[in-house]
């Protein structure tokens, strides 16, 4: 599949990728844009790719946040676009990591 054949505009397209790197789910998080100042959940990054690698981009202004490439020994990972990453965490007392003893 080809780049103008891949859907854009959907940041769940990074759940997989990201999954090698995080125990939970990251498309919930909340990235800040280091352009705008905006706050958006990874969800609704608008994405581009898959060659060489996912490219997600802020829906406010469209500067690149994060990008994603997978190579055969590693997994690369860019959130120079990014000035923060929130992650929902469970209630006070619970697993840090759904699944995961308490």
Known sequence: ?????MPDWDGNLMA???SE???????AAVVRCRGCGASAEVATLRVYG???????????????LLRVVRTPDAVWLDLG???SLRVPAP??????VPGAPA
């Not at 599949?1 to 054949?5: K, Q, V």
């Not at 898959?50 to 690149?64: K, N, Q, S, W, Y």
């Not at 209630?91 to 840090?96: E, L, N, R, S, V």
Request: some cysteine; glycine content about 18%; proline content about 13%.
């Open 1 to 5: 599949m080809t780049s103008t054949e």
């Open 81 to 83: 676009g990014v000035t």
């Open 50 to 64: 898959p060659d060489p690698g996912l490219v997600g981009r802020c829906p406010g202004c469209d500067d690149v």
């Open 91 to 96: 209630a006070a007392g619970g697993p840090a």
């Open 21 to 27: 790197l995080f125990a939970l789910d990251v498309t």
């Open 16 to 18: 997989g990728p990201l």
